[in-house]
């Protein structure tokens, strides 16, 4: 068994906490994978999940990255390939958005010694590590920084740090809306910043939209995921906790597959 289904509004498993779910309306059923963080046994897993239940009903149903691939666990070189590759085989059905640490990794390639400091205290060495590039961290002096810099724009896969460059921010299905961090409550999907998409908003966690839209996000780690107030909170420290988390978004209703 890989994992477990929570059915959130299936008979006898309907929550409380998750007034109007019933009004998601995704053109169709899509899947919202959580913030990977490097961990490539886990999204592994995830991907067999999310197999099994396409295999259920929801063959066509594409499949939604939050982002935050990289830093922190132990294989984000994988990662990324993996990723790289199902979009590229793919990309009718797979959907890559851009994390706050993948916008890291590529402010660190283009201006080391500025921003390396930065990416490296949030877990930009374990990227690192993961592609040969070991020795540095956040002290580190602008030279070295500079050297591991180039170093890891040449140990990347050709294609791959463009393809990074290129991931939006933001995925829409219907009243469901993908997005890394979050959205300011007060603005309309098309009106959001990019600070914003990636590193959050201060009122996105306490206060609802008013409009029609759903928000799918990680970021922020939550001890469950949940579906209520607008939002759906897909993040659950996969790097730490061993589990990565699925939002299997249909109209009316979400459930979670999850790898532990």
Known sequence: MFG???????????????????????EAPLYVVGDIHGRADLLNRALKLIEKH?????????????????DR??????????????????????ICLKGNH??????????????????????????????GIEGLHPK???????????AMAAAMPEGLMKWLRALPLTYRSGNVIVTHAAMDPDLAPEDQSDKVLLWGHRE??????????????????????HCHSSRIAVDT????????TVAAIRQGGCEFLQTK
């Open 54 to 70: 396409r295999d259920a009903g929801s063959a066509s149903a594409k499949t939604v990255f939050v982002g935050d691939y990289i």
């Open 4 to 26: 477990r289904l929570k059915d959130l509004f299936g008979a006898g498993d309907r929550s409380p906490a998750s007034p109007g779910a019933e009004a998601l309306a995704p």
């Open 204 to 225: 996105f966690l306490t206060r609802p939209r008013e409009d029609e839209f759903w928000v799918a996000h990680g970021h922020t780690i939550m001890k469950q995921a």
């Open 102 to 131: 993948e916008s890291m990794l590529l402010e660190f390639v283009d201006d080391p010694a500025e921003r390396g400091g930065r990416w490296l205290i949030n877990g930009g060495s374990e990227t690192l590590d993961s592609y």
């Open 140 to 150: 580190s002096d602008a030279e070295d920084m500079m050297e591991a810099g180039d």
């Open 237 to 244: 420290g996969a790097y730490r906790t061993e589990i990565l």
């Open 73 to 94: 666990g132990p294989e984000s070189a994988k990662v990324l390939a993996t990723l790289y590759s199902m979009q590229q085989s793919d990309p009718d059905r797979i």
